[in-house]
């Protein structure tokens, strides 16, 4: 297992508890949605994941095989090198190419080698469709564009998990798509997908694995969900899609 809170209470920055008695669990290649209203602690979740936020209250609270009640700050480095961590604003260096970007990344993680470098960097910005664009400034791109290089630059290590905080909230719908079909096909290789969205629609097109931030608690609805879509689909066949999708988003509130 990748990652396993159990119990975990979940603070901001400020000390403020925003989820309580979490129980949380990844495994390889799983495709995970995080969905709820703004403030209901979906980003500050994601922060405990990657280390930006501690959990000092916990049964358990393991990530990637280490015990985040005992980590030590030295060990993160490494840890974080095993993830693949993509904002909703993307966070590309506005002053350097595509190419450069990840070059960047490659040579903060250990990459020595020039040639080995070129190779990663060729392979990974042909995975994202955006080979092309190597020699372009962050300005010179589409969100979507953008996007897709802040998952190249995710992917540059291989990582065992991907976290996506909004990947497609700046996105116009047919772009979200195209984003969200690219992260299936990692979490296809073995690597974990968990990512938090208010893009309802994408969850019936891409089924996954759905958890609930509501009221400081964390549920797995995704049965509930999954019966939902069914019902509807069975009892309205003839149903809007618009209004399917209204339906299903009353789960996510």
Same mark, same amino acid.
């Given at each position: 297992?990748?990652?396993?809170?159990?119990k975990a209470?979940?603070y901001?920055?400020d000390?403020?508890?925003?989820?309580?008695?979490v129980?949380?669990?990844?495994?390889e290649?799983e495709f995970?949605y995080?969905?709820g209203r703004?403030?209901?602690?979906?980003?500050?979740l994601l922060?405990?994941?990657?280390?930006e936020?501690p959990?000092?209250?916990?049964?358990?609270?393991?990530?990637l095989?280490?015990d985040?009640?005992?980590?030590?700050?030295?060990?993160v480095?490494?840890l974080?090198?095993q993830?693949?961590?993509?904002f909703q604003d993307f966070q590309?260096?506005s002053d350097r190419?595509v190419?450069d970007?990840?070059?960047f990344?490659?040579?903060?993680?250990?990459?020595k080698k020039k040639?080995?470098?070129?190779?990663?960097?060729k392979?990974?910005?042909?995975?994202?469709?955006?080979a092309?664009? *190597?020699?372009?400034f962050?300005?010179?791109?589409?969100g979507?564009?953008?996007?897709?290089i802040?998952? #190249? =630059? $995710?992917? @540059?290590n291989r990582?065992?998990?991907i976290?996506?905080d909004?990947?497609?909230?700046?996105l116009?719908?047919?772009?979200a798509v195209?984003?969200i079909q690219?992260?299936k096909?990692?979490?296809?290789?073995?690597t974990?997908i968990?990512m938090?969205t208010?893009?309802?629609?994408?969850l019936?097109?891409?089924?996954?694995?759905?958890y609930r931030?509501k009221d400081?608690?964390?549920?797995?609805i995704?049965?509930n969900?999954?019966?939902l *879509?069914a019902?509807i689909?069975a009892?309205?066949p003839?149903?809007p899609i618009s209004?399917?999708y209204? #339906? =299903? $988003?009353? @789960?996510?509130?």
């Amino acid at each position: 297992m990748l990652i396993d809170y159990k119990k975990a209470n979940i603070y901001q920055k400020d000390g403020i508890l925003v989820l309580e008695g979490v129980d949380f669990h990844v495994n390889e290649g799983e495709f995970i949605y995080i969905i709820g209203r703004v403030g209901a602690g979906k980003s500050t979740l994601l922060k405990t994941l990657y280390f930006e936020l501690p959990i000092d209250e916990a049964e358990t609270a393991i990530v990637l095989n280490h015990d985040l009640k005992e980590l030590k700050s030295k060990y993160v480095p490494a840890l974080r090198r095993q993830m693949g961590i993509i904002f909703q604003d993307f966070q590309l260096l506005s002053d350097r190419t595509v190419h450069d970007n990840l070059e960047f990344v490659l040579r903060a993680t250990g990459w020595k080698k020039k040639d080995e470098r070129e190779t990663r960097i060729k392979e990974v910005l042909e995975d994202v469709e955006m080979a092309d664009f *190597a020699d372009r400034f962050p300005h010179e791109l589409s969100g979507g564009e953008q996007q897709r290089i802040a998952i #190249a =630059r $995710a992917v @540059l290590n291989r990582p065992k998990i991907i976290i996506a905080d909004e990947p497609t909230g700046n996105l116009d719908p047919e772009t979200a798509v195209h984003i969200i079909q690219l992260l299936k096909q990692i979490a296809q290789t073995g690597t974990a997908i968990v990512m938090t969205t208010h893009n309802i629609p994408l969850l019936d097109q891409f089924p996954g694995i759905v958890y609930r931030c509501k009221d400081k608690k964390l549920e797995d609805i995704t049965n509930n969900y999954n019966q939902l *879509a069914a019902d509807i689909d069975a009892n309205e066949p003839d149903e809007p899609i618009s209004m399917k999708y209204a #339906a =299903r $988003a009353d @789960l996510s509130v």
